[in-house]
């Protein structure tokens, strides 16, 4: 087993641990899909299906007695009672597009997809009609993958994609036969890595010298953006239902490139194993390659080969190949944000409408809402303390959670005690708990800033999280009573209302540390507590299945939620797909209310926070404008941000003359303004192509940050046959007459159905160059 302080060096997560169990299998109601009808008339439709499904069961009574319902209008399809095995054997049917199980009601820890929209229950939503993402193969540079795992099951997956080049490799305990029709790919890189670390015992190590994934992250990030469905899986009764990723049929394809050091106890992922990896995907064939990696603030230019994921990305785009990344998990600091070339998609980390009340009554019956993840037996009303001097006695008493170890003997034995911290890792929580487990006490209450990650602690010890008011409100009840006293009930899930839709804390953010005026990150998806595979060697496995948290996780819905948009626009740009998610992106949650940033102390998110806001797959899928941009745009841009000719020439790999004067950098077609030192008047250009309805007509509406002055010209944009691309004018100034801060607004294109808006980010700078402290 895995040290239980594992920490990630390069691979961007905050671990949460959560035992999964798993179901048996039984008969249950399965939706038949089979795509557009063949027969206008419904009752031809209807028995058509009664014929399937006959044949199936091998009588027409036992198929009337297992139908549910018989999709004839807008589609094809029924709902039938069907065991495992025989929804994987019609699953195999040519006529068949796909079989998924009903679990649309269920209370789900893969909360992710139904909260985003993309719910199997709406058989016509972006996950049905792109068959679940079939034919996109998804590429992730990583940990490697636990290939028996059902997430990567291939039941009803039809032929590899004919565009496939790639292959898996064998290894330590990985044979060819590990693949299949799902996982169809697998290699591994660690020459650098090797190169890097010569006391690296390849024979003694824990990992595995192969694709297989020792940690279990590179599992993780698989499964969420393209895992299999895996029926049943639950949370001790705390939640459960139906596991998927984000694009159920897509293909999966592995690329190792870090690796566990077991002397230090963290994981390493060598640049040049990085890159190496990212030239064999493009050779190979993916459509999007997803990497939940990253460096640390400084950062290197995205033309320095140091920074080799800007780098190979670069090549990767401009082979139309779409890179999703991590934003990191240095948050909420400002300018954190990591792999911020312009040709990426950077995803910031949210948390979904979900928590986990966990009632603490006191003595005087007032009962206060912590968070926590327990679920084990309730502790009934038990002596409540808070270790402090008080003033009769020479021994030291500390409540500071770090330092719980350092109460007298007997402090805590048989009681719960309450603790304050100001640390921002888990580390002062795992640490509180396990000194009051170890010193006798039966469960701990910590105080700590609101909005810090959510985690269970080692053996389901009773671990719950509060704010300082809280803390405070606790602390007075038990300094008002000689015998203070405590319950704790077992953790509850809270779904939808009035759970709001938070920027997580740990979450990167803006503004971009190398290039200020290129918006970072783009866009912000679900990244708290994500259940998905693992592998059984991590030491926060149970069942294979495991909860994490972090850009990490968000990075790979968006890889997704893309694989999907892709394979309903199979010819789009890499840059027409980042244009559609963000300019259709939610401003508010799904219940209209606003969006905060945890953080100390919270506040509304703005773009640095999540870009363009909350990926709206389905809007996404029918952005009406997007602003599109090919390698032509990527090179004017590096010309613009001052990179000499050579620098640019190797990393183009041709010879390259930048113009001069220079172009502005505020006029990269971005969907995004940004201007992070205005002083005088600014004119800046950005040219948007239709890929709706060809006759459509569309206005523009500004809401101008504050003391900015926004002009658009023309104001209406009109599109033909013949018109596919119009560019406009946008004239910015500013009235304030000393330096300021960021402030937001909007820019929106409009007809009867889109509103293709991108965000606008000014700040006023009279002295340039001018750092303030107040």
């Known amino acids: 087993m895995m040290n239980s302080r594992l920490l990630f060096a390069v691979v961007l997560n905050l671990i949460i641990v959560l035992k999964v169990a798993r179901a048996g299998a039984e008969s249950k109601v399965h939706i038949v899909y089979l795509g557009e009808k063949q027969h206008d008339d419904p009752k031809h439709v209807t028995e058509s299906h009664h014929q399937m499904l006959s044949s199936l069961l091998g009588s027409e009574v036992e198929a009337d007695d297992s139908m549910v319902h018989s999709y004839r209008h807008g589609f094809s399809g029924f709902a039938a009672k069907l065991t495992e095995s025989q929804a994987k054997k019609i699953a195999d049917s040519p006529d068949v597009v796909h079989v998924i199980p009903d679990s649309f009601y269920k209370l789900a820890t893969t909360r992710t997809w139904d909260y985003l929209g993309l719910s199997v229950g709406n058989l016509k939503n972006l996950l049905n009609d792109t068959n679940m993402g079939d034919q996109v193969i998804i590429g992730f540079i990583d940990s490697g993958v636990w290939p028996e795992s059902e997430s990567f099951n291939d039941n009803g997956v039809g032929p590899v994609p004919s565009h496939w080049k790639g292959g898996c490799q064998s290894g330590e305990n990985f044979e060819l036969t590990n693949c299949n029709r799902k996982l169809i790919g697998a290699k591994y890189f660690i020459n650098g890595f090797l190169a890097e670390n010569e006391g690296f015992n390849s024979t003694g190590s824990r990992d595995y010298i192969s694709a297989r994934d020792f940690i279990g992250h590179g599992t993780h990030v698989a499964s969420i953006a393209g895992g299999s469905f895996v029926p049943n899986v639950s949370y001790k009764g705390l939640a459960g239902g139906n596991l998927r990723g984000g694009a159920p049929r897509a293909r999966i394809a592995i690329y190792k490139a870090c690796w566990y050091v077991d002397q230090l106890g963290t994981v390493a992922c060598s640049s040049s194993d990085i890159l190496k990896a990212m030239d064999e995907a493009m050779h190979d064939g993916v459509d999007v390659l997803s990497l939940s990696l990253g460096a640390q603030v ?126 921002t890792l888990f580390t002062a929580v795992s640490r509180a708990a396990s000194y009051v487990k170890s010193a006798g006490g039966v469960g701990v209450i910590i105080a700590r800033n609101p909005g810090y990650n959510l985690t269970p602690c080692r053996d389901d010890f009773p671990c719950v999280a509060i704010d300082y008011e809280l803390g405070t409100d606790i602390l007075l009840y038990i300094r008002s009573t000689g015998s203070p006293v405590v319950k704790i ?286």
């Not at 948050?331 to 070339?341: D, E, K, M």
């Not at 948390?351 to 009632?359: A, E, I, K, N, V």
């Not at 009934?380 to 959670?401: A, I, M, Q, R």
């Open 298 to 423: 400084p950062l290197y230019p995205e033309i320095d080969l140091r920074d080799r994921i800007a780098t190979g990305a670069f090549h990767a785009v401009a082979k139309g190949i779409i890179v999703v990344c991590a934003g990191g998990n240095s948050g909420p600091a400002a300018q954190t944000v990591l792999n911020t070339a312009p040709w990426v998609i950077t995803v910031a980390a949210t948390t979904l409408d979900r928590s986990f009340p966990t009632p603490i009554t006191l003595g005087n019956n007032n009962v206060i809402l912590g968070q926590a993840l327990y679920t084990g037996q309730e502790v009934s009303f038990t002596s409540l303390v808070y270790p402090e001097n008080s003033g009769h006695s020479n021994v030291t008493f500390s409540g500071v959670c770090e330092r719980l170890n350092l109460n007298p003997n007997g402090t805590m034995r048989g009681k719960v005690v309450l603790c304050f911290t100001t640390a």
């Open 489 to 774: 009930q077992p953790s509850r899930t809270m779904v939808g209302q009035p759970v709001g839709t938070k920027v997580a804390t740990f979450s990167s953010r803006g503004p971009n540390s190398i290039s200020p005026a290129i918006l970072k990150p783009d866009i912000g998806a679900p990244g708290v507590s994500i259940l998905a595979a693992t592998s059984p060697d991590s030491n926060s496995s149970a069942g294979g299945f495991d909860i994490l948290a972090g850009t990490s996780m968000a990075a790979p819905v968006i890889s997704g939620v893309v694989a999907l948009l892709k394979a309903m626009h199979p010819d789009w740009s890499p840059a027409a797909f980042r244009s559609a998610i963000l300019t259709t992106a939610r401003r508010t949650d799904p219940f209209g209310e606003q969006i905060f940033a945890e953080g100390s102390s919270r506040k509304v998110a703005d773009p640095f926070d999540y870009g363009g806001g909350l990926v709206n797959p389905e809007k996404a899928a029918d952005p009406g404008l997007i602003y599109d941009m090919g390698p032509k745009d990527y090179i004017i841009y590096l010309c613009s941000a001052g990179y000499n000719d050579s620098s640019i020439s190797q990393l183009v790999g041709q010879v390259t003359v930048c113009s001069n004067p220079k172009p502005s950098v505020l006029d990269v077609n971005l969907p995004s303004l940004t201007i992070p030192n205005l002083k005088e008047e600014v004119n800046l250009t950005r040219t948007v192509t239709n890929v709706g309805p060809v006759n459509s007509v569309y206005k523009v509406v500004v809401e101008p940050p504050l003391g900015v002055q926004v002009v658009v010209t023309p104001k209406k944009l009109v599109f033909n046959s013949k018109t596919k691309s119009l560019s406009f004018m946008v004239r910015v100034s500013t009235i304030h007459k000393i330096n300021t801060g960021f402030y937001f607004g909007s820019l929106i294109w409009r007809d009867s159905v889109h509103n293709v808006t991108i965000p606008v980010s000014v700040r006023t700078q009279i002295l340039q160059n001018y750092y303030d402290e107040n």
